[in-house]
Structure formats: C-alpha cells, structure tokens
C-alpha cells in the first residue's frame, strides 16, 4: 500500500496505543474502573443510517465506546449541514460529557456553537472535515481532529489517478462531488485543479442532496453522462457511498470493467467489489474505522486527564486490485 503517513502520526498513533494499553492492563490489576466510566458521548456519524462509509466509522466509534466504557448515543444528519447543526444544539441541551461532530457545516457555523458548548463543561471533537479556525482557538480545550486534509486528499487522488492510469493532456475527466459545503468541498476542488494542471478537460457534476442521502439514486446521472459524453476516460467520484455503487452503475449501462478510470474515497464491500471485478481502479483510504474509534478515545482523556486536541491524519494510502486480497475481508468485517 502506498503510505502517506508521516512520522508524527505514527508516534502520536504508537502513544496512543501504548496509553490505551496500559490503562487497561492497570483497570484488570487493580480492579479501577474504565476511563470512560459515567461519560456520555453523543456522535454525528454525517450521513444516513446504514450507508457504507457511516457503518465504518459507527463501528469505530461503537468499539472504542465498549473498550472505555463510554455510553454512546448515534445520531445521523443525512449529510445536510443544517441538520447536524440541529443535532449539535439538540446533544448540547443533553448535557453530555462530549460531542463529536462531522465538520461538513464549517467553522463559521460551528464555532460559536462549539465555544458555548466548551464554556459549559462540554468537550468537542471533530471528524471527516477539518475546522482548523475551531482548532486553533480551542485546541488547549480538548478540541482535535482525525481524519485526512481534505484538500490535500482530493490532490493526491488526482495525481495518482493520474500517475496509474497514464491519460494524457486534453483527454476528459469527469468529476463528481461536492463545491458547495464549506471545507468539505476542499477536496473536489483539489480534484478539479489538480486535473486542469495536467491538462485534462474537466466536466465537474455536483452531487445532490438528494444523492447524497441515497447513493443508488445516482444511477441515471452516470448514464446521462455517459450517454452524452462516450469519450470520457477518467471518473473521479469524491463520496464513499457513490464510490461504493460505481460497479452496480456501470454494469447497468454496459460499460465494460477497464473501459474508464474509476477513482473514489473510503472501502467498504461493495467498493472491494467494485475493485476486484475491475470497474474501479483506485481507492484512497482514510480509514474511517480510525475516525470513529480515535475521536471517542481524544474526548475521554481530554476529559479524564486534561489532554489537549489531538491532530491525528488517518489517510493511510491507495487500495488498488494488487492490495485489495488483503483489504477486502477487512471491509466485509466493517473495519475498512
């Protein structure tokens, strides 16, 4: 697998293990209770219930819940910022120990809100999508981040997208994503950009509302596309779930597996599928199973010992038909 780790997230990833470890080596030896005894977190998990990329990080959030000892409570916001906004004041009127949120709204939406929230006792984490204005003010208050940088997630997809499939200057792309919805669009537009550089002509499509909610209604925009558009060589999908369907959308409009360039984020088994069958070429990992797990382990010890927000990158690398033997139990488990 292609790393793109750096070395201070391996370090931060080791102590936060060894940490985790020896606590609970110590709770067995003594008797103590678990670090999360009596906390309660609430956790957006952004999309609909059931989705693939969500059940990932569900499962991470739901595990580390279990091995801390944490009462979790999940809501879901259909990825519409608004309705996670919603979710965030309903868990604040809650009073819970800490909330994690997805950072789709932004940092002008979220950070007075999170600010209120701290001054009242309560810990924020963030997931997904960066809120690096919110970081920087309450960073000494527990407020962290996991996940990947999303801009820097959508330029590398492209450049090893382009790298691997060796497309050249003035062939077509098509791009299909997100510009409207704060820093969550960073990475559609590193996407875009990254593609123009090299010279490729870009049809970007944005994903609908309605889409985002249910990926298999996105079905007659591949054919549309493709019905008008035959010498399209590349697709670029910046959505798990739709990432997810591209096999079922492109067997249904008789594309053959290898005839286009299919690249998109996050695994789940429909996505191995996807990989293994030969309809999608590359996959950039995040790694939500991380997000999920380590955003719920930042808030109980920022909240049991005072730790500062940690900045944890989770993107791991590129799962390609050469890895993916080993990847694809893993998703069929809800681990990747």
């Known amino acids: 697998m292609h790393n793109t780790h750096t070395g201070n997230t391996h370090t931060a990833k080791r102590w936060l293990t060894g940490l985790l470890m020896s606590g609970c080596l ?7 209770a678990p670090s999360g005894k009596d906390m309660t977190i609430w956790f957006d998990l952004g999309g609909p219930v059931g989705e693939s990329y969500v059940t990932v990080v569900q499962n991470g ?36 120990t800490g909330i994690v949120v997805m950072g789709h709204p932004g940092d002008s939406a979220y950070q007075p809100l999170i600010a209120d929230a701290i001054t009242k006792g309560i810990k924020v984490t963030s997931v997904d999508t960066e809120l690096s204005g919110t970081m920087a003010n309450e960073l000494s208050n527990g407020f962290g981040y996991v996940g990947d940088n999303n801009a820097t997630r959508g330029i590398n997809l492209a450049k090893e997208a382009l790298r691997r499939s060796g497309l050249k200057k003035g062939d077509r792309a098509m791009v299909w994503g997100i510009k409207d919805i704060a820093q969550r669009s960073d990475s559609t537009r590193g996407l875009i ?5 090299a010279g490729m002509k870009v049809d970007f499509i944005q994903i609908s509302q309605e889409v985002d909610k249910d990926p298999s209604l ?50 789940s088994p429909a996505t191995a599928d996807g990989i293994q069958s030969g309809y999608v070429q590359l996959v950039a990992d995040c790694q939500p199973y991380l997000m999920g797990y380590l955003s719920v382990v930042q808030l109980v010890l920022s909240e049991r010992y005072g730790f500062a927000g940690l900045d944890i990158n989770t993107g791991a690398g590129f ?15 809800g681990l990747r």
């Open 26 to 32: 110590l709770a067995s030896q003594v008797g103590a």
């Open 218 to 267: 996105g079905a007659p925009v591949v054919t549309s596309y493709l019905a008008t558009h035959p010498d399209v060589k590349m697709v670029l999908v910046d959505h798990g779930a739709l990432t997810a369907q591209m096999g079922n959308f492109l067997r249904n409009t008789a594309v053959k597996p290898g005839e286009l360039f299919v690249a998109g984020f996050s695994l």
């Open 61 to 96: 959030a739901k595990q580390a819940a279990e091995d801390l000892g944490v009462d979790l409570r999940l809501v879901y916001s259909d990825w519409q910022p608004q309705k996670m906004i919603e979710n965030f004041k309903q868990a604040v009127a809650a009073k819970p």
């Open 193 to 197: 950009k990254t593609l123009e550089e």
């Open 319 to 333: 799962v390609t038909k050469d890895n993916i033997a080993l990847i694809a139990p893993l998703a069929a488990k």
